[in-house]
Nanobody
Framework: EVQLVESGGGLVQAGGSLRLSCAAS????????IGWFRRAPGKEREGVSCISNSDHSTYFADSVEGRFTISSDNAKNTVYLQIDSLKPEDTAIYYC???????????????????WGQGTQVTVSS
């Protein structure tokens, strides 16, 4: 059974940092791209970052470039999203997803991801 489990969300003040984790199981982790998406209240889902476990290529949305860092620990089948300099507009449910396509191909295209986690809430207070 494929599982993607997000953790690390919480309530943080603006300017703070969080590290989100996405633990994967049930598929060959090294062959997949893991992407991070978020859905803010009243807004459409937005793809913010991805990383390919095969070639370690990465993608960042313009809205998060320079503040978000993505990394992968293939030994733990886990991808991390480091979020620094948090802003109130980063408040959202953050989801991780898995795609068989390379990150540079699928990037923020949600239809390109086959598996999804349940999400973790990030709330940033001003």
């Amino acid at each position: 059974e494929v599982q993607l489990v997000e953790s690390g969300g919480g309530l943080v003040q603006a300017g703070g940092s969080l590290r989100l984790s996405c633990a994967a199981s049930g598929f060959t982790f090294d062959d997949y791209t893991i992407g991070w998406f978020r859905r803010a209240p009243g807004k459409e889902r937005e793809g913010v970052s991805c990383i390919s476990n095969s070639d370690h290529s990465t993608y960042f949305a313009d809205s998060v470039e320079g503040r978000f860092t993505i990394s992968s620990d293939n030994a733990k089948n886990t991808v991390y999203l480091q979020i620094d300099s948090l802003k109130p507009e980063d408040t959202a449910i953050y989801y991780c997803a898995a795609s068989f396509h390379l990150c540079r191909v699928v990037s923020d295209i949600s239809d390109g991801y086959e598996y999804w986690g349940q999400g973790t809430q990030v709330t940033v207070s001003s």
